[in-house]
């Protein structure tokens, strides 16, 4: 069994302000020790389940985060990034058996997490099939686009909301909960046996959960919160600017558009 993980550190238990997840910051240690724990917990509950190989994407900001020691042998690690529009989920195709998202995030706009966002602090909502939707989403799309079933996540608990209402069958681990500018987190030993447990069970029964349906067309809407980030994402070829702040693409393909998202957000 092949397993690929993606790890963000906004849903790690504990994470709370910007400056956790900042590399620049010196709380960041802290933050990127659970993450690295967390990332181990989930890999070493997929080992347990006889997963032949675990990839690692280190997902979060310069994709610099984990510490590769914290993580158990016979799991492989991708750091930095390669500008593919696969993004969190570079090297993923359909050679994996499962996908499981460690340390996910609460979409913009959820009121569930002081750290919501979707994919960067330039936009205010990233919407669907005129749907907001979170990074999750796109996640499980694209493993479901390579016949991936996502079988796990772990994060805040509107993310974890988000998630079971799209994956039927979906193990989730919610770490903490968001009031406002706070959070509600469960011990980190804690969460880290909690995952360990969920990826070991999800993995063992992963061929009869996680599989979505995806729609025939996707519409992605970025609404940035300047209009000249939007009018500059709008030359992107097939994009258009439907309203001061807000670029539509259209495609059949998934493909074409993360491929999309990843330019428009370069700007």
């Not at 790890?7 to 956790?20: K, M, P």
């Not at 990233?126 to 907001?132: A, D, E, I, K, T």
């Not at 360990?196 to 519409?219: Q, Y």
Request: hydrophobic share 45%.
């Amino acid at each position: 069994m092949k397993v690929f993980v993606s790890a963000d550190i906004e849903g790690v238990t504990g994470v709370t302000t910007w400056a956790e997840t900042d590399r620049a910051k010196p709380v960041f240690d802290a933050a990127r020790r659970q993450m690295s724990a967390e990332v181990a917990a989930a890999c070493e509950g997929a080992f347990a389940a006889d997963a032949d190989e675990v990839l690692v994407k280190d997902a979060h900001d310069s994709a610099f985060n984990l510490i590769p020691e914290l993580l158990p042998k016979g799991a492989e690690l991708i750091r930095g990034w390669s500008d593919h529009p696969l993004s969190m989920l570079q090297e993923i195709d359909d050679s994996f058996d499962a996908l499981m998202l460690i340390g996910y995030h609460a979409r913009a706009r959820a009121g569930a997490s002081p750290l919501e966002h979707t994919f960067s602090g330039r936009l205010n909502e990233v919407r669907l099939n005129g749907q907001p939707v979170s990074e999750f989403t796109f996640a499980a799309y694209t493993a479901a686009a390579y016949g991936v079933p996502t079988v796990l996540l772990s994060g805040d608990a509107g993310i974890c909301a988000e998630a079971e209402a799209l994956v039927s069958g979906i193990a989730s681990v919610p770490v903490k909960r968001g009031f406002g500018a706070s959070t509600i987190s469960i011990q980190p030993a804690l969460a880290c046996d909690r995952i360990r447990e969920a990826a070991e069970m999800a993995l063992s029964r992963h061929s009869a959960l996680g599989r979505i349906d995806l729609p025939d067309r996707f519409a992605v809407e970025l609404d940035f919160r300047r209009h000249a980030s939007a009018y500059s994402a709008s030359f992107y070829p097939g994009a258009v600017l439907s309203d001061s702040t807000t670029v539509r693409y259209e495609s059949d393909n998934l493909f074409e558009v993360l491929r999309a998202v990843i330019f428009m957000l370069r700007g």
